[in-house]
């Protein structure tokens, strides 16, 4: 049964004015032609293991035509800029629609899926060497899967999938087997609509939880996992003015170490952003203007560079992205805008020119092309490399706050879901790697260094604040935190995922 919980008593509504002087400001886009038409999602990974992060765009054909579809991989050339390097045809008028990136069969290079919404299936493309090739398809059991994440949802230390089908209000668990070969778990009800997807741990019991914006039901379900890929039923909470949300991300918005909701609603050709701030997966909403009209998709990340999650938001009417910076605590100043081609939908961020700072690339579907957006900052913070399973959960993940200015001094590294009062470090090297240590990952290699031992607490979480007299103005340092773990047995400890941190000035 899908328990509704309203936010409209518990809203927190912040006047649509500037709060702050902090800003997200990117270079004018370039964009970049595609082989097919209504290009829709897009997802972005280093595929060659050359040059830095690449990006992939899963392009079709006119609406009700029977034309080819195809994933269409773009290759960084060094510096943001970009070379269209191979279309990997999927069929025709198969309704090629969101796409994501991972490593699926665990052989160290990054693969890709993407959903089939005519035919309610998920296509796996395998990466060889920067080659992608046609792997194996897998029914969704649902109709039209139009958006889909990845995760470890069943914690067994590899990435599955979860597809929300439009057309029967349902979601589907698709689980990995370890070599990349999926299989529906599971269907799960929700409510009408589903569109984005979100996966993390919103309850603090160390398990992969889903969200999803129920569009039509004008709430976004939670389900909360019980343990090896099962669900609980969708926990729905409604939106305040009764808006429609559409797009979805999960991060820690107020940096107090859980996982927070961010999504946008279209009111009256308003268009708002809804922050749902977490306490113990329970959310309390705070409403802000996206400076457009109709807002879709949504990602977070530190745009800024001043160590707090900021949000950008995919305005297809309106031809733009507006960025909203975040000043502290989940309150998101006025939004600046950027054009890019007609009617944005999706998008995907990754540091493209190597800067330290994350960019952005959006497609865009009534133009049939895809714009770029670089970031004009230097500096930045992103996660990078994966997580394994340990005894307390599907692994212990690492994120900063504080400034990444060396000026300010106040970078403070912390820990969530680590097994309870073990002891562990922080360490960082001068570059970044992905190779079996332990129970888990080496993310970070080259000159590495440590800092003091500390104890998690009974929460499973840590925090250190991070000397900066070692770093100096556009260096980078990749963190990771390895801790002991009997309980899990095998080498008795494990590690975090990465992050990378640029610092500035």
Same mark, same amino acid.
């Given at each position: ?36 038409l209504?290009p ?15 990006f ?11 034309? !080819? ?55 796996i ?6 080659v ?35 057309d ?63 669900f ?7 939106m ?32 708002l ?12 909403s ?6 457009g ?27 733009r ?22 009617? !944005? ?8 020119d ?24 230097a ?40 097994p ?5 470090l ?11 240590f332990?129970n ?16 998690v ?9 991070? !000397?900066l ?37």
């Open positions: 049964m899908i328990r509704s919980i309203s936010l409209a008593a518990l809203a927190l509504t912040v006047p649509f004015t500037a709060l702050g002087s902090a800003q997200v400001s990117f270079s004018p886009a370039t964009s970049y032609a595609l082989v097919g209504r829709d999602g897009v997802a972005s990974a280093d595929f060659d293991g050359a040059n830095g992060a690449d992939a765009v899963a392009t079709g054909t006119l609406s009700g035509a029977n034309g !080819p579809e195809w994933v269409e991989v773009f290759v960084n050339q060094g510096g943001g800029a970009f070379a269209h390097g191979q279309s990997v045809l999927l069929g025709n008028n198969v309704g090629a629609a969101a796409l994501v990136a991972g490593d699926f069969d665990l052989d160290g290079d990054m693969d890709l899926a993407v959903t089939q919404k005519n035919t309610n299936t998920v296509r493309l395998v990466n060889n060497v920067g992608f090739t046609l792997g194996a398809s897998v029914s969704v059991g649902g109709a039209t899967p139009a958006n889909m994440a990845s995760a470890d949802v069943d914690g067994d230390g590899d990435l599955d999938l979860v597809t929300s089908n439009r029967s209000n349902s979601l589907s668990v698709l689980i990995n087997d370890g070599a990349g070969v999926f299989v529906l778990s599971t269907t799960l009800a929700v409510g009408a609509d589903p569109r984005h997807l979100a996966l993390d741990d919103f309850n603090g019991d160390c398990r992969t939880d889903i969200a999803v914006a129920a569009s039509d039901s004008r709430r976004v379900d939670v389900l909360f996992n019980l343990g090896a890929g099962t609980g039923a969708a926990q729905g909470f409604l305040p003015g009764n808006d429609k949300p559409d797009g979805l991300v999960a991060a820690d918005l107020d940096a107090d170490g859980d996982v927070d909701l961010a999504t946008t609603t279209d009111n009256n050709n308003l268009g952003v809804i922050v749902l701030r977490n306490t113990g997966g329970t959310f309390t705070a409403t802000f203007l996206s400076n009209s109709n807002p879709s998709a949504i990602i977070a990340g530190d745009f800024d560079g001043d160590g707090d999650k900021d949000l950008v938001a995919a305005d297809g009417d309106a031809n992205v507006s960025a909203l910076p975040n000043l502290g605590a989940a309150v998101f100043g006025a939004a600046t805008i950027f054009p890019v081609s007609s009617f !944005p939908g999706s998008f995907a961020t990754a540091d493209f190597g800067n330290g700072s994350l960019d952005l690339v959006t497609s865009n579907r009534d133009s049939n092309n895809v714009s770029v957006l670089l970031n004009a900052t500096g930045g913070t992103s996660n990078f490399c994966v997580t394994s399973p340990n005894s307390a959960g599907f692994g212990t993940r690492i994120d900063s706050m504080g400034a990444l200015s060396l000026a300010a001094s106040n970078f403070t590294l912390l820990v969530r879901c680590a309870a009062n073990a002891p562990g922080f360490f960082y090297g001068s570059a970044a790697t992905s190779a079996v332990g888990g990952r080496l993310c970070a290699t080259g000159a590495l260094a440590r800092l003091a031992v500390i104890t607490d009974a929460t499973g979480h840590a925090a250190q604040p991070v !000397p007299n070692a770093f100096s103005a556009g260096s980078t340092a990749y963190f990771q935190f390895w801790h002991r773990d009997v309980a899990g047995g095998g080498s008795l400890f494990d590690l975090s995922d990465g992050l990378r941190a640029t610092f500035r000035p």
